[in-house]
């Protein structure tokens, strides 16, 4: 593939993706183009994914508004309670969640957020950035469904380092969250090529062409989607034992929510895939590359 062909594939997909949203389709659709003017034929499949509208999301501590962003699908309403800082999740630092709205560092991950409910808080702050990078825009985070499961949802927003710092420095003592959002069922997709071998079993390549909400995903992961159209064009003219399937996964940044709707969907295929490779951030100038095997050692040498 010529480098004036990748660059304008970055150029025309510099815009933000996020799963289920309508740039994310807009983003399917071209990539369905682009494999097109290679003489590929890709479809689209879509899967459901959990939307929301965020009307409003406020933070208030000690009667000072702070700058948030409400979390995805983490319900609607207000509550005030005390705040916790939640430093460890030994048992007595997650019993003293109980009552309160717990602020903690890093992302929120299903384990510390059942953690949390089984131990009473009644809200969550999660914060963006660190000492060296204290005040960037607020990433938009969502209370994912995986992590849930079958706890309740509980209020949620994101904030800056730089408050998170100021919270602690001040002692802050009573937290308020409301939020008012519309929860619904949305529509993501997965863009699928896929070219028969000579046998009965599948290769899969994966890449996926959503991204965050702060990104323009030219490196994460627009790169991959290039390098799977590069391989899929090459495949396309050149004989292949096994048959290869190339998919471009919706919502990765969310859960890896196409790649399991995609398992979903085609099971039975399944049991003829041998391998999938799973190209994420390829290509970079700097740094090193990196390849993580999770088949037996013979392959992963
Ligand atoms: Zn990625």
Not at 132 to 153: S, W
Not at 159 to 171: M, P, Q
Not at 243 to 268: D, T, V, W
């Amino acid at each position: 593939m010529k480098s004036q062909l990748i660059e304008r594939i970055f150029a025309e997909t510099a815009y933000v993706r996020m799963g289920g949203s309508e740039s994310e389709l807009r983003a399917a659709n071209y990539l369905k183009d682009i494999c097109g003017e290679f003489g590929l034929d890709a479809h689209l499949e879509d899967f459901e994914v959990p939307m929301a509208n965020i009307n409003n999301a406020t933070l208030t501590v000690d009667g000072k508004e702070i700058e948030c962003k409400g979390y995805f699908c983490a319900g609607s309403g207000e509550i005030e309670a005390p705040l916790y800082y939640l430093t460890s999740d030994d048992k007595y630092s997650l019993s003293c969640c109980r009552d309160n709205i717990v602020m903690i560092d890093g992302y929120l991950g299903a384990w510390r957020y059942r953690d949390m409910v089984e131990n009473g808080a009644v809200g969550f702050i999660t914060y963006d950035g660190n000492v060296n990078f204290a005040d960037h825009d607020i990433d938009q985070r969502e209370l994912r469904a995986a992590a849930v499961g079958d706890y309740a949802k509980i209020l949620g927003v994101n904030i800056n380092a730089k408050d998170a710092v100021e919270l602690i420095n001040s002692d802050a003592k009573m937290a308020k969250i409301t939020i008012d959002q519309e929860e619904y069922v949305g529509k993501s997709h997965n863009v699928v090529v896929e070219l028969p071998g000579e046998i009965d079993e599948y290769i899969a390549f994966t890449a996926h062409y959503d991204s965050t909400s702060l990104s323009q995903g030219a490196y994460d992961n627009m790169s991959g989607c290039v390098g799977l159209i590069g391989m899929a064009e090459h495949f396309s003219k050149n004989p292949h034992r096994y048959g290869m399937k190339f998919i471009f996964c919706g919502s990765e940044e969310r859960g890896l929510l196409g790649s399991k709707a995609y398992c979903e969907a085609h099971g039975e295929e399944l049991k003829n895939t041998v391998l999938c490779i799973n190209l994420d951030m390829i290509g970079c100038i700097m740094g090193k590359f990196i390849a993580c095997a999770t088949a037996d050692n013979s392959l992963a040498s």
